[in-house]
C-alpha cells in the first residue's frame, strides 16, 4: 500500500462520518451526500467507499440497520453511535490542527524566516 | 480492548458466511442500482445506464472479498486456505500421509504416556492438600544397621512439635491391629489411630458422612468411640453400602459408631501400613504418636531438619527409652522413597519415548521432502509469478501441523491406554493413591509437542523447499533427477534415525538381559508347595519369656499334625528371597572371639526354628542343626551359611569357634521376650548352603541362624510346607489355630511362596522395564524401516528414466542394483557404526540407572543382525522395481 491511498483512507473517513453525523443514511446517500456538500468537486473512488465504510462500521463508530429506501427497497442505513461521535470530534480537532499547520507552512514568506 | 461491534462482525463473518455475503450483495445491488436510476434520470437510456453503473462498481463478489479484507480477516482465510489445502493434499497422497500420522500417533503417544505416568506418580501423586510441604520423619541408628524406625513420640512431645518455628501443623497417627468382635470368626482390622485435625490437615473430603474432628478427640479426655471406614474395608466388609453411616463396629469387645467412609484414592498412611479404619487418636488409645508434619510456607528442608534434630536432642533428655542414642533424624517429604526408587526409570523411560518421537518426527520429514520433491514444479512456479516465500512456508508448516494435530488425536488416545500399562504391571512400586487421568497439564503437553514436533519435522522441509532454484527447476521440468544435496539430506536422515533407534534398542537388550538374569537366579530354597501364615501375639497371653517359646512351639506342632502338611518351621521375621528394592536389609554387627578385626562385622540375623532348613530344603554341608532342647533353651548356639564361613574362615573350618551378637536383647522392651543369655557367646555348630536372603538382585548375605527362642517379638511366622497346592491348606490351618486358640488372629504373609516370586517388587521392576523398552525398542525399528523403506522407493521413483537409459545403454542387474544400494547403504552402516559407538556410553548410563543391568555385547550383535536382516527385506521391493525398469517404457513414456 503506498501513502497516498492511506492518506485519502483517513480522510474519507471522516467525510464518511460527518456526512452520517448530519443524519442517518444508507450507503449511496452518504456517497452522494458528499459529493452534494463538496459541489461535485471531490470524486470519490466507488471501490475503496465501501471499504471505508465497512471498516468504520467494524471498528464500532457506525451502526448499520436495514430499512426501507424512499422507493421502498431494503437498504442498509447507517447512522453514528456515541464512539463514532467521539471518534468525529477528536478527528475534526485533529484536521483543523494538521491544515493550519500546512496552512502556516505554505504561507510562508522570506521575511518569516 | 476490542469493542464489541468488532467481535460481532467477525463472528458473523465467520459463522454466519452466507447471511453477511447476502447483506454486502444487498447493499451493493442497492447501490448499483440507486446509481442507475440517477444516470437514468439525468438522460441515459435505462440498459446504457445499468451497464455503465455495474462496470463503475465491479462484481459483486469481489465486494464480498473486500468486506473481509476491510474487517482484517484476510490472514484468517489464508490459514483456513492452507488448512484446506492441507487437508486436500495429504488426502491426495493418503498412503504417505498415514504413514506419517501414524509414525507421529506412536511418538506422541509414548511420550505422553509418560509424561502422565510422571506426573502421577512423581509429580502429583497424592490426594492431600499441599502434599508437597508435608514430610515425613524416621529414625536412622547410625551404629546398628541401615533400618529406619518410626520417630514415635509421647503426647508432650507431640505438642512442643508442633510449637516449632518451621512447621505450620502436625497430624499424629499410630496404627495397631484390631480384632473385629461380636461376629463369629474374628477379623482382623487395622485402625489407625489418627488425632483430631485429620480433615484439616489432609484436606481431603469424605465420600459419605464426615471425617473426623477436633471434637471428636478433645484435650485431657479420652476420644470418642467414632470410627472412619476405608473405601477398601467398605467395599470388602460392608459391599459398599450407602447408608453405613450411624451404624455400629465392634472392635476389642467396644462398640464405635461409623461417621464417614473415605474415598477411594485415599490410603492412608501408606508409608507404614495401611489402615481399615480411622479412630480418633486418644491417651487412652496409644501412648505414642508418629508424626506426618506439614511445613511453613517458604521453609527448607535443611532448616526444618536443624530444628528437628535440636528438638530430638531435648526429646532424647526426657525419654531416652524411645531413641537409641546415636539415632538422628531424616525428614523427607513423603514422595521421597517414591523419587528415589522410581526417578531414574521413569526418566529413562521418557528419554526412551523421546527418541521414539524424534525417529517418528524423522519418518515425517523424509516424507516431506520426499513429497516436496515432486511438488518442487508447483512451488517454482509459485515463486515465479510472485508468490511471497513467507507464504510458501506458511502454507507447507500448516501442513506439517495438519499432520501432527491428527498424530496428536491418535496419540492422546493411544496415551490413555498406556500410561496405565506400568501401574499394572508394577502396582506396588507407585504411590498407590496416583491416579492416572488426562488433565490439563498432560493435555497442555500434549499440544506442546504438536507444536514441537510440527517445528522439528516440517521447517527444515519448509525452509529448504521455498528457496527453489528457479531457473533449473523451470528448465528441467519433470526430467530431473533428484539434486545431489537433497538425496544427501535424505541419507543424513536416514542414518540419523538408525542411530536413534540403536540407541533404544540397545537399551532394551539391556533390559532383557537384566530380566533373564533375575529370572534364572539360583534361589537356593525350594519354594514350592510352600505358604507362610503371621500370627500377632498378645502381650497378656504371653506374659513372660517361658510362656511365649511354649505357646509358639505348641503352635507349631498343632500345624504340623494336620493332614496335608509336611514339615511347619518358625522363622520370627524371615520371608525368602528377603528383602529388595532400598536398603531395609536387616544385617546387624556380630563379633567373633579371638578375632583381631576393628572393621564392623555384619550380618543378617534369622530367627528360626531347626525345621527352617528341611522345610526350605537348604542343605546342611558341615556340622550339625541345634535339637529340640538346644531350641528351647536358646542359647549358645548357631549355625551360619557358607558365604559367611567362607568370608571370616577361608581356610580351616568355622565350626567350633564361638560368635557374639549384641543386638539380640530386649533393651527392657515390653513387648520383646529375650533368653537369659541370648547376648553372650554362641558356638557355630554348622554351616548350611547359602540360599537368596537379601532379594532376588543381591548375592546371598552373610547369614547367622539362631533358635527363636533366644528373640521373640509379639509376632511370628510360620513357614508350611505342604503336600499339594498351598492355596487349599489355608482353611485348614485357620480352623486349627481357631481350635487351639480362638483369639488368635493370622495373617497370610505368602499364600503361595513360588507364585509370590514374580511380585518381587524387582522381578516387577525388571519386567516393567523389558517390556516397555522392548515395546519402544520395536516401534523404533518398525518406524525407521518405513522411513528406509519411503526414501529408497522414492530414490527408485525419480532414477527411473535415469535407470532406463544406464539399461538400455547395457548396464548388467547388479550394477543397477549397486548404484540404487549405494549410498543407501552408506548411510544405513554409518547410522549402526555411530549408533553402536553411542551404545558404549550410553550402556554406563543405563547401568547407573538400571538397578543390576549388565553389558551385553552378544545381545548388541543379535541386535544388529535383526536390524540388518529386517533392512534387507524392506529394500528388497524398491530394488526389486529399480532392476525391473522397462528401459522401453520409461523412454517412451516421456
Not at chain 2, 471434637?215 to 471406614?229: I, K, R
Not at chain 2, 506374659?543 to 511365649?548: I, K, Q
Not at chain 2, 519386567?767 to 524401516?785: E, H
Not at chain 2, 552378544?858 to 525391473?884: G, H, S
Request: hydrophobic share 45%; with cysteine; proline share 6%.
Amino acid at each position: 500500500m503506498n501513502k497516498s491511498v492511506d492518506l485519502l483512507q483517513g480522510t474519507l473517513e471522516i467525510l464518511i462520518l460527518k456526512a452520517v453525523s448530519l443524519g442517518p443514511l444508507h450507503g449511496y446517500g452518504i456517497l452522494m451526500r458528499i459529493q452534494q456538500i463538496s459541489d461535485g468537486r471531490l470524486q470519490i473512488p466507488q471501490g475503496s467507499f465501501y471499504i471505508a465504510l465497512y471498516r468504520i462500521e467494524h471498528k464500532g463508530w457506525l451502526k448499520g440497520e436495514w430499512g426501507e429506501s424512499e422507493n421502498n427497497r431494503r437498504a442498509k442505513f447507517y447512522r453514528l453511535t456515541a464512539a463514532g461521535r467521539r471518534q468525529l470530534e477528536s478527528e475534526t480537532k485533529k484536521w483543523s490542527e494538521m491544515t493550519d499547520v500546512v496552512q502556516g507552512i505554505l504561507s510562508a514568506t522570506p521575511e518569516q524566516i | 480492548m476490542i469493542p464489541l461491534s468488532t467481535l460481532g462482525s467477525w463472528w458473523n463473518a465467520l459463522f454466519h458466511r452466507t447471511r453477511v455475503d447476502d447483506d454486502v450483495e444487498t447493499e451493493l445491488r442497492f447501490h448499483i442500482d440507486a446509481h442507475a436510476q440517477q444516470l437514468v434520470d439525468s438522460g441515459i437510456p435505462q440498459a446504457d445506464a445499468e451497464r455503465i453503473s455495474r462496470v463503475e462498481f465491479g462484481r459483486a463478489d469481489v465486494q464480498k472479498e473486500k468486506y473481509r479484507e476491510a474487517i482484517g480477516l484476510r490472514p484468517l482465510e489464508e490459514i483456513g486456505g492452507d488448512v484446506r489445502y492441507g487437508l486436500h493434499s495429504l488426502y491426495r497422497k493418503r498412503g504417505s500421509s498415514l504413514v506419517a500420522i501414524l509414525s507421529l500417533a506412536l511418538g506422541i503417544g509414548a511420550t505422553t504416556a509418560i509424561f502422565s505416568l510422571i506426573w502421577a506418580t512423581l509429580l502429583h501423586p497424592f490426594p492431600y492438600a499441599d502434599a508437597d510441604r508435608i514430610v515425613n520423619t524416621n529414625l536412622v541408628d547410625e551404629a546398628q544397621s541401615a533400618t529406619p524406625l518410626p520417630f514415635a513420640i509421647e503426647p508432650a512431645e507431640f505438642d512442643s512439635l508442633q510449637k516449632a518455628h518451621s512447621i505450620e501443623s502436625v497430624l499424629g497417627f499410630f496404627l495397631n491391629g484390631l480384632t473385629e468382635t461380636g461376629t463369629d470368626i474374628p477379623q482382623d482390622v487395622q485402625a489407625a489411630y489418627v488425632t483430631g485435625n485429620m480433615s484439616s490437615f489432609l484436606g481431603v473430603s469424605p465420600r459419605l458422612g464426615r471425617s473426623i474432628q477436633p471434637f471428636d478427640a478433645p484435650d485431657g479426655q479420652p476420644s470418642s468411640n467414632v470410627v472412619v471406614l476405608s473405601y477398601k474395608f467398605w467395599e470388602q466388609r460392608y459391599n459398599g453400602d450407602p447408608k453405613i453411616v450411624g451404624k455400629l463396629l465392634q472392635l476389642n469387645h467396644s462398640n464405635y459408631t461409623i461417621i464417614g467412609v473415605m474415598p477411594r484414592r485415599f490410603t492412608f498412611t501408606e508409608s507404614i501400613g495401611n489402615a481399615d479404619v480411622y479412630i480418633p487418636w486418644g491417651s487412652n488409645r496409644s501412648p505414642d504418636l508418629i508424626p506426618w508434619i506439614k511445613l511453613r510456607r517458604g521453609i527448607g528442608l535443611a532448616t526444618a531438619n536443624a530444628e528437628l534434630q535440636s528438638l530430638l536432642i531435648q526429646f532424647r533428655r526426657e525419654t531416652p527409652y524411645l531413641f537409641p542414642p546415636s539415632s538422628k533424624l531424616r525428614v523427607e517429604p513423603i514422595i521421597a522413597p517414591y523419587v528415589q526408587r522410581n526417578a531414574g526409570t521413569l526418566l529413562l523411560l521418557f528419554g526412551s519415548v523421546v527418541l521414539l518421537l524424534l525417529i517418528g518426527c524423522v519418518n515425517c520429514s523424509i516424507l516431506l521432502l520426499a513429497r516436496g520433491e515432486a511438488r518442487k514444479h508447483e512451488l517454482a512456479i509459485r515463486t515465479a509469478i510472485g508468490g511471497s516465500r513467507f507464504r510458501i512456508v506458511r502454507q507447507l508448516f500448516i501442513e506439517s501441523l495438519v499432520i501432527s494435530a491428527a498424530g496428536a488425536a491418535i496419540g492422546v488416545a493411544l496415551s490413555f491406554w498406556l500410561a496405565r500399562l506400568p501401574l499394572q504391571l508394577m502396582p506396588q512400586a507407585f504411590p498407590q493413591e496416583s491416579a492416572i487421568t488426562i488433565n490439563l497439564p498432560v493435555l497442555l503437553f500434549s499440544i506442546g509437542l504438536v507444536f514441537f514436533t510440527s517445528l522439528v519435522f516440517g521447517l527444515y522441509p519448509a525452509l529448504r523447499l521455498s528457496r527453489p532454484n528457479l531457473s533449473q527447476v523451470i528448465q528441467s521440468t519433470s526430467r530431473t533427477t533428484v539434486t545431489q544435496s537433497n538425496r544427501f539430506t535424505l541419507n543424513v536422515l536416514i542414518g540419523l534415525q538408525i542411530t536413534l533407534t540403536f540407541l533404544l534398542l540397545g537399551a532394551a537388550a539391556t533390559s532383557i538381559a537384566a530380566f533373564l538374569k533375575i529370572t534364572s537366579t539360583q534361589l537356593g530354597y525350594d519354594p514350592r508347595n510352600v505358604l507362610i501364615v503371621g500370627l500377632p501375639l498378645k502381650r497378656e497371653m504371653n506374659p513372660n519369656w517361658g510362656a511365649r517359646a511354649s505357646y509358639i512351639s505348641r503352635v507349631r506342632e498343632a500345624i504340623s499334625g494336620l493332614p496335608g502338611v509336611v514339615s511347619v518351621a518358625v522363622s520370627q521375621r524371615d520371608i525368602p528371597p528377603g528383602p529388595s528394592l532400598g536398603p531395609i536389609g536387616l544385617q546387624v554387627s556380630f563379633e567373633i572371639s579371638g578375632s583381631r578385626s576393628q572393621q564392623v562385622q555384619l550380618a543378617a540375623i534369622s530367627l528360626v526354628s531347626p525345621e527352617y532348613f528341611s522345610t526350605l530344603k537348604i542343605p546342611l554341608l558341615k556340622g550339625r542343626l541345634w535339637d529340640q532342647s538346644e531350641n528351647q533353651r536358646g542359647d549358645f548356639v548357631a549355625v551360619v551359611n557358607q558365604t559367611l564361613a567362607q568370608r571370616y574362615w577361608p581356610i580351616g573350618d568355622a565350626i567350633g569357634h564361638q560368635i557374639r551378637i549384641d543386638s539380640l536383647t530386649n533393651d527392657q522392651a515390653p513387648l520383646v521376650a529375650a533368653s537369659p543369655q541370648s547376648r553372650q557367646q554362641r558356638e557355630i555348630i554348622g554351616v548350611v548352603a547359602d540360599s537368596r536372603n537379601d532379594g532376588l538382585d543381591h548375592p546371598p548375605a552373610p547369614a547367622i541362624y539362631v533358635p527363636y527362642t533366644a528373640l521373640m517379638e509379639d509376632y511370628t511366622q510360620l513357614i508350611v510346607h505342604t503336600a499339594n497346592q498351598p492355596l487349599a491348606s489355608i482353611k485348614t490351618i485357620q480352623a486349627a489355630l481357631h481350635s487351639a486358640n480362638s483369639e488368635q488372629r493370622m495373617i497370610v504373609v505368602a499364600d503361595d511362596l513360588e507364585a509370590s516370586l514374580p511380585r518381587q517388587p524387582i522381578w516387577a521392576l525388571h519386567r516393567v522395564f523389558t517390556v516397555l523398552f522392548s515395546f519402544f525398542a520395536f516401534l523404533a525399528l518398525a518406524l525407521a524401516l518405513v522411513g528406509l523403506a519411503s526414501t529408497l522407493a522414492f530414490a527408485v521413483a525419480q532414477r527411473t528414466r535415469e535407470l532406463g537409459i544406464r539399461m538400455a545403454l547395457g548396464a548388467q542387474r547388479s550394477h543397477i542394483l549397486w548404484i540404487v544400494l549405494q549410498t543407501t547403504l552408506s548411510a544405513v552402516s554409518g547410522g549402526i557404526i555411530v549408533g553402536l559407538t553411542l551404545n558404549l556410553f550410553t550402556e554406563r548410563l543405563l547401568r547407573h540407572w538400571m538397578p543390576d543391568s549388565m553389558s551385553s555385547p552378544w545381545m548388541l550383535a543379535m541386535v544388529t543382525l535383526v536390524f540388518l536382516l529386517c533392512a534387507t527385506i524392506t529394500c528388497f521391493p524398491p530394488v526389486r522395481r529399480a532392476t525391473n525398469v522397462d528401459p522401453r517404457q520409461t523412454l517412451r513414456c516421456e
